[in-house]
């Protein structure tokens, strides 16, 4: 039956066809892998925009790294370290995928240096932790906690992820409390109680961890989330240290 032979082949060519057809189809809907463009601005540490040429700005979240909220402690000087190398200047974007914000995703290059691997080197981010491990950077983290590089200056840093689970994302125009270059705020030393020189929103919430009365004032005025202060006169911890 030789016309049963000829339908069959019939079938195979467009059946082929219509595989080359989806393929190509695939090819041309999927992302690119790699793009160029100028960083026209930087959000926080971790995120900016790019601008390839001819093409709509694009919002980025660097891949690997987790660098502090800008309403954090250190988060002003990761922002401005991530400027500092990237702003205005050509870049590259290897692009691994979207995240649930809908940024893409990627590791982005400046000539032949990694930025977010730069970053974590030098103390401007942690290494992002999945829920298996501490992430791919976790080396270059540990080397710069151990050399107190960046946000590893001070005691008692706090990784973002750590610091939005207790007190939320960071709101609009809100900014880190005390000195612009460390996150710190001084205590004058004619304060009433005796204090450390120097504190930072670290994650305490409550009278109990508190040393003292200006701590507690320091950490009411500047730190979200905190229940120092429960009849909301101003002053905190009037049972244990503001008397």
């Given amino acids: 039956m030789p016309g049963v032979g000829v339908n069959v082949m019939k079938w195979i060519r467009l059946a082929l066809c ?3 057809c989806l393929a190509s189809a695939m090819a041309q809907a999927a992302p690119p892998r790699s793009v160029q463009g100028l960083v026209t601005q930087v959000s926080d540490g971790d995120s900016l925009w790019l601008s390839p040429p001819g093409k709509p700005a694009i919002e980025v979240r660097l891949r690997d790294i987790d660098a502090p909220e800008s309403c954090q402690a250190w988060g002003e000087e990761a922002r401005k370290a991530l ?14 995928g979207r995240d649930s914000f809908g940024r893409t995703v990627g590791a982005l290059m400046v000539d032949d240096l990694n930025v ?47 610091f939005r689970r207790t007190h939320g994302p960071c709101r609009a125009g809100q900014s880190a409390p005390g000195a612009a270059s460390q996150g710190l705020q001084k ?34 005025a500047h730190c979200p989330g905190v229940k120092m202060d429960g009849d909301r006169d101003g002053i905190p911890c009037e049972d244990q240290h503001c008397r």
Avoid: Y
């Fill in 116 to 162: 977010g691997r730069h970053l974590v080197e030098n103390g401007h981010a942690w290494s992002i932790r999945t829920r298996w491990d501490q992430g791919p950077l976790v080396k270059q983290e540990k080397m710069a906690r151990a050399l107190s590089r960046g946000l590893h200056g001070s005691p008692g840093a706090v990784q973002p992820r750590d």
């Fill in 187 to 220: 205590v004058s030393s004619s304060a009433a109680s005796p204090a450390p020189v120097a504190f930072r929103c670290d994650g305490r919430l409550h009278c109990s961890q508190m040393t003292s009365c200006a701590e507690a004032k320091l950490f009411l």
């Fill in 83 to 96: 400027s500092d190398l990237v702003l205005n200047k050509v870049v590259t974007l290897q692009i691994s």
């Fill in 18 to 20: 219509a595989c080359a």
